[in-house]
């Protein structure tokens, strides 16, 4: 293939195709359906996803991890009593439930730059397989910052760390959450970033960091993302389409003319 400036774009096998990607490449055809490999992939990745949604939420094990870490953990759940709520309702997913506002506002809460936030979301299997080594490597990068306790909320929604940042006096909150599982990433956690958090707000105030899991976005990669946008969020004052991640941006030397 040559394209209009004259170049020729290398030709690739299929083979070489599917090395650089976990789509679906060329699966071929037998008759008008799929091959049995192909179908039996498709299947096995689907159950897969189907797991990793319904699976528990290790909040025991996180927490005991982070405490030997140094790490204040509370431990919070939404109105989302049960997993099939959870999925019927996402509107529980988003408020805490009573005995969990009750103790967030009767801690005597320190003003806090960050608090961060560890949920389950529609992939508890990506939380507990990614949360403690995406904390461990990201608080390092937040010196300087107060930060508050880490809190570990079941049955959560992106929007549960609005109402737990705005009771525990946070300017900003740091969400590590379980994303929806994809047929080539059952375990991929996201990363939300929002500055004054408070109930009532929307996904235009955020910034995401998607996709951090063995073939996504590295520890290092996330920590390196979600620490600039985090620090620049709260030195600008913004966050969501007003904050661009510039993280990966270097100075290029102009030479003279």
């Not at 394209?3 to 083979?15: E, Q, V």
């Not at 290790?58 to 991890?65: Q, Y």
């Not at 996330?222 to 904050?243: C, F, N, P, Q, Y």
Request: aromatic fraction near 2%; include cysteine; hydrophobic fraction near 45%.
């Amino acid at each position: 293939m040559t394209d209009p400036a004259g170049i020729t774009a290398p030709r690739r096998s299929i083979a070489e195709l599917r090395a650089l990607t976990p789509a679906r490449v060329g699966l071929g055809r037998s008759g008008a359906s799929l091959p049995t490999r192909a179908l039996l992939d498709f299947t096995l990745d689907h159950a897969r996803a189907r797991d990793a949604v319904h699976s528990a939420f290790d909040v025991e094990p996180i927490a005991t991890a982070l405490v030997a870490l140094g790490y204040e953990t509370l431990a919070v759940a939404s109105q989302a009593l049960a997993r099939a709520d959870y999925l019927k309702r996402p509107d529980l997913g988003r408020k805490l439930d009573a005995e969990s506002q009750a103790m967030l506002a009767a801690r005597d809460a320190v003003p806090c730059d960050i608090v961060l936030v560890i949920g389950d979301g529609l992939s508890p299997a990506a939380v507990n397989a990614h949360a403690v080594g995406v904390v461990e490597t990201l608080l390092p990068k937040l010196a300087g910052l107060r930060i508050g306790p880490v809190v570990i909320g079941s049955g959560a929604r992106v929007a549960l760390a609005d109402e737990v940042g705005a009771l525990l006096q946070a300017r900003m909150t740091v969400l590590l959450i379980g994303e929806r599982p994809g047929l080539s990433a059952p375990h991929s956690l996201g990363a939300y970033i929002t500055l004054d958090p408070k109930p009532g707000l929307t996904d235009e105030s955020r910034n995401c960091v998607s996709n951090i899991q063995s073939a996504g976005l590295s520890y290092a990669e996330a920590a390196v993302k979600i620490a600039w946008l985090a620090r620049e969020g709260l030195s600008r004052g913004v966050t969501g389409v007003a904050l661009k991640d510039e993280s990966g941006l270097r100075s290029v030397a102009i030479a003279p003319t």
